[in-house]
């Protein structure tokens, strides 16, 4: 079959040149990072929806771009849609990117009835399993969308409306069986529009149960067929909805405990929900690590002026490292990898810039490694953490910490103590010489 792109194959090049565009500069599959080569550190993964539909529409204006398959078929039509397949294993042929995601609807059109939907779907499916097998690619992860059409205007689990929630049952469930038929190494449940518009309509708990009883079906229905794939979940605050009830990973990690679904599921956290909510990347990759529930990344980022979510192709090397040492302490992901659900900017129109972003996301997050696994060889950050808790590696300290104290035994340790001799035991944080070392190691 004759070449899709004429763009060429991409190849690790260094830093031999500057000028971005040549091939890789940082990423460099076999080399091997902190005991690992980084093609297996870093599982990168092609996102359908944005790669292959996506035409850089913003809320204002229509789409900017053409995609070279435009022109195998009607907007909307099973030849446009098969064809896609072909050009999808073409671009992770020439990235280089292992894996890729897609949403049900991303794939096909649908139909007059779930069934007709289903039938459209399988034969996009079926080529999509012939390409796999032919090239080796992998499905990181699969999802199906609740929030596109009319029908979940009130969301799909926690929709109040019961023939919807029947329906988003039923999605669920060819779903399932796609990650099932295709190996998905996970499945995502990203809840869009399960949350409210407005608080005085919305029975808040019951929907909240609702949600939870559908994840347990869902969880059922995949040991029923034998689908092993890790469960994830992907935090977001607001929009399309004005509040999400995935809103944060500590909110996340509170309603999975709450429900006791916390060994069903893992978090599925992208950078530029992490502003939305009022935090950085790396804080709540923290939070999920430390809560056992990193399970994978969506690689996107915001902008720190812009007030939604833009998914632009990651290209911050602070962010990056910082994210990276937060993975790195997480063993990598298992499960998981570095899903690219970003797009390129709405005046980088043409074919070449989706090559250009895709290159940039790889090679930031391959640099980001590289640093995080020095930082972590030098132990920059466990030193800051050592001096700065030492008080509880002795004495009163370490009794509290070994459950040797009462309240009583601290308040009596306490209770003669002037400010001056508390004070004179406070350290310094040394934000600014430990920014200067992070600066140092980019
Ligand atoms: C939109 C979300 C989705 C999920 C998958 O903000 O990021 O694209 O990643 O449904």
Redo the contacts with the bound molecule.
């Keep these: 079959m004759a070449e899709l792109f004429s763009f060429p194959k991409v190849e690790f090049v260094g830093n031999k040149s500057l000028q971005a565009g040549d091939g890789f500069h940082y990423y460099n599959a076999d080399e091997v990072v902190a005991g690992k080569k980084m093609s297996e550190w870093l599982k990168f993964s092609v996102a359908y929806?944005h790669t292959m539909d996506q035409r850089l529409v913003d809320p204002f204006g229509e789409g900017t771009a053409t995609r070279p398959w435009d022109k195998e078929g009607e907007e909307g039509s099973m030849a446009l849609a098969l064809a896609k397949v072909d050009y999808m294993f073409e671009f992770l042929e020439k990235t280089g990117v292992e894996y890729f995601a897609f949403?049900d609807r991303d794939l096909a059109p649908e139909g007059n009835t779930l069934a007709e939907t289903n039938a459209n779907l399988d034969k996009v499916i079926d080529k999509i399993e012939q390409k796999m097998q032919e090239t080796g690619k992998k499905l990181l992860w699969n999802?199906a969308s609740l929030f596109t059409n009319k029908r979940f205007l009130a969301g799909g689990a926690t929709s109040p409306f019961a023939e919807v929630f029947a329906y988003a049952a039923g999605q669920i469930k060819h779903s399932l069986d796609i990650a099932k038929r295709l190996g998905s190494e996970s499945y995502?449940f990203?809840g869009?529009r399960e949350g409210y518009d407005f608080l005085l309509n919305t029975d808040t708990k019951r929907e909240l149960d609702h949600i939870a009883a559908f994840f347990k079906l869902a969880k059922d229905y995949a040991n029923e067929i034998g689908y092993t794939g890790q469960f994830l979940i992907?935090p977001?605050p607001k929009e399309p909805t004005q509040h999400q009830y995935d809103f944060d990973a500590q909110t996340t990690i509170a309603f999975l405990k709450t429900y006791g679904l916390e060994d069903t599921f893992k978090l599925n956290l992208?950078g530029n929900?992490t502003y939305l909510a009022g935090h950085t990347y790396e804080h709540e990759v923290r939070f999920a690590r430390e809560a056992g529930l990193l399970g994978s990344l969506?690689a996107n980022m915001g902008d720190k002026l812009i007030g939604w979510?833009i998914d632009e192709f990651p290209n911050d090397i602070y962010e990056a490292t910082l994210v990276m040492y937060e993975f790195l302490k997480n063993g990598g992901l298992p499960t998981g990898g570095l899903n690219f659900?970003s797009k390129p900017r709405r005046q980088s129109f043409e074919m070449d810039d989706l090559f250009y972003a895709h290159i940039a996301g790889m090679d930031i997050y391959a640099a980001g490694l590289k640093v995080a696994a020095k930082l972590i060889e030098d132990q920059v950050i466990e030193n800051v953490l050592k001096e700065r808790y030492a008080s509880f590696d002795e004495g009163i300290g370490a009794d509290f910490e070994a459950g040797k104290l009462t309240l009583k035994d601290l308040a009596e340790y306490a209770e003669n103590k002037t400010d001056a001799d508390i004070n004179a035991t406070s350290k310094s944080g040394r934000q600014e010489q430990i920014k200067q070392t992070l600066n140092n190691y980019i």
């Design positions: 929806w949403h999802t995502v990203w869009g992907e977001k992208e929900h969506d979510d659900d």
